[in-house]
Structures are given as structure tokens and as C-alpha cells.
């Protein structure tokens, strides 16, 4: 396999938007190539992640983005995996990459969902959990998160409060992030006192719906650059769980996650102890604790206390979020995976601002989940000199 590097980010601001989701999708492709150095036509393929451009009537963005670049001649693909799309459409780049079948591959993830009211989005997202038994007998991505979060609480006693600093902790880094969504802090007070959206979840245990677009410029180990530091792709491994909740074991973790995880170790030859930061899917508060257990970083049952002892802030023994998290930076969908990897690209290059800057970014990971972990990615990175 061929060593692939990120070379390039673009990422726009997040949040309730003017813009289309073409536009955001072009300025984000822009800002990469743009980053990234390179003659936009060493390109050879692009990766298009959406998951509800029906909403504006524009399927098939890869041809349009390609087209607007002047590229129109190099092939598309485009990817849906609900929230976890733009770390899909990263893997297919990596694996074209790794294997050396492209040289220079442009990935994008955008989605405009803010024309549509809160309830007509809930229930579009709700069309990506098991639609036949969940969405369609009125359960929502909210209510599915709540049953996680209820069957943690009851069986490792994971507490509101623990809950909350999660909350605090990614709201504090989105507040110094300027193209989060919410760039706000809040304190425990407003967390208990926000209103219940599917008990025990709340207000600000919830990710918003965001607008927004994120791209990367991947090449392999052929693509002459030189530059002295490089974002190195260690992993970038998938894996998958039931669909339905009722059908899993338990509730109190993601399947998938794990599988993943142990992947990426195998083929990146790293030990967990070795990841310095990480960017995780916390859709909800209760996702940060499940994935943290999930990938093994602390024992089962113990990620919310953990997090209320403050070891995953952003000068804690293990910086989770940094970039504010879904929950803060916001999650526009299908950019949601391309922009955990901006963010450790950032990170690694000492791009982010001061009071979020953590403080060894050597090797990060990300983790990324497609609904209630249907399908999960999990990469990992090394800067390297
Ligand atoms: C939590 C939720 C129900 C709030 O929706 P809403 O009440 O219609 O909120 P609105 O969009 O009308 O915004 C109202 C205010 O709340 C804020 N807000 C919205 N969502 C918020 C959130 N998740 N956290 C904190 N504040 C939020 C808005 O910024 C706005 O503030 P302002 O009045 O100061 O401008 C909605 O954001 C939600 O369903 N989130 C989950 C999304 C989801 O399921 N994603 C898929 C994950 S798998």
C-alpha cells in the first residue's frame, strides 16, 4: 500500500446559512485546492458526500463541483452514509490512493438543511435509522439517542451531571472556534435547566442542524510534494452494526465502533495509548461517553466520569473535541466526517486558536457514525517530518 497524505483543507463556516449548499460545497473544494498547493488538474477524481440535497432539488453534485473547478472531464462519486457520508467518501479516495490507482483525489461533504423547520428535518433524518421499524412508528434520531443514553444511566449509573460536562466541555472549545455553529460557553446551570427535547436527553445534550461544507485534497506517496510536515494517513477502516437497535445485544455502545477501532490498530501498528487527541461523533452527549468506551479509551461505564473529571478538555490527559464537537462546531451531515479531519489537520499544524490548541498533536483520531452506528469510520493520523 502506498503512504497517502492530506495536503490541503477547506472548510466553511457552520451554522444557519445564506448560502447553497452548491456554493458552500464549492467554497469549501476551493479553500482546499487552494491550501493544498497543487495544480487543480492533478486531480484526478473527486468524492462527493450528501445526504439530503433532495431538500434543494440537486442530486449528483460531483459533476457540478468538478465542472465549477474546470475540471469536468475527472470521474465523481457520490456518497451517502448518513452522518458518517464524508468519512465514507474519505475511505473510497484512501483506498484508490493507498492502492495507487489515483495519485490526487478531492473529497467533499456539505449539506443545507436550514430551509426546512426542525420537524420536517427530524423526520427526514429519521428516514436513515431502520425506517420500517423505527422511523416509520415514530421514532427519531433524538428518541433513539435517549434509549442509549437511558439504558447507560441505568446500568453504569452515567449521570445527568456527566452528561452535562460533556456538553460544557464542547461548547467551551466551540467558542473559540469561529466557524462552529453554536460559539457559545455554557455552565452546568443552563445545561440542567434546558428543556427536555427526548428524556433524558435535552436541549444541550443535542447537536443542532447546520448548514455547511468541508473538503480535504488527499495525494499518495507518488505525488511529488514537498513540504516539511506532512499529515500522514495511518488507517482509515469501516465497519458496521445492526441497523435496528432492538435487534443489538445492548444498547449501552456501538458494535461497529469497536470493530473499526481494532482494524485501524492492525493496520496503523499503533497502540490506543499512542493516540495523543481525537475528534469524536457526539450527535448527543451520551455519543462522546459510548464512543470513548467504544474505542477503549476508558473502561465501560466509566467515559462519563471520566469526562466529568475533566481528562478529555482540551489540556487534559486525553483532548476529545476540540474543534467543539457536533454538539458546538455543529453537524451539517455529510461534512461532519471531512471536518473532524480539518480539525486534526489543523490541530497538527498549529492553525486553531490558542485556548483550544492542544498541546502534543502527534497522531489523532477520528470517529465517525452513520445514525445509531449502522456504519462507522474510524481514521487515524501522524504528523511526520
Ligand atoms: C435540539 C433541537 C430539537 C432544537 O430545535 P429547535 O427548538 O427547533 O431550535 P431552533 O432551530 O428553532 O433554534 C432555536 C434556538 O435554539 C438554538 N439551538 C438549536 N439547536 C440547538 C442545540 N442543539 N443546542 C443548543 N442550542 C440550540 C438555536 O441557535 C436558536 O438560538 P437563538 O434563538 O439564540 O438563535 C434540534 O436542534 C434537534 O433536533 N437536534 C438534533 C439533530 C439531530 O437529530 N441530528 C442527527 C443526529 S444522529
Redesign the pocket.
Known sequence: MKKVYVIGTGMTKFGKLEKTGRELAIEAANDAILESGINVRDIEATYVSNAFGIGEEQLHMGPIINGSLGIPEIPSLSIESA?SGGSAAFNQAYIALSGGYYDAALVVGYEKLSMN??PE??KY?AMASDYWYEGMNGV???GL?ALMASAHMNRYGTTEEMLGSVSIKNHMNGSYNSKAH?QKAIDMDTYLKSPV?ASPLK??D????SDGAAAIVLVNEDFNIDRPEKIEVLASARAGSMATLQDREELTGIPGARIATEKALKVSGLELKDITFVEVHD??TIAEIMALEDIGFFPRGEGGRASLDGLTQFDGKLPVNSSGGL?AKG?PISATGIAQIVEIHDQMLYKVDSHRQVSDPHIGLTHNVG?TGGSVSINIFKRSR
Do not use: E, I
Open positions: 452522518c423547520r426542525t428535518n427530524t433524518f427519531t434520531f433524538p439517542y453554536l427535547v436541549l444541550y443535542a447537536c443542532p442542524f450527535c448527543f454538539k453537524h445514525a
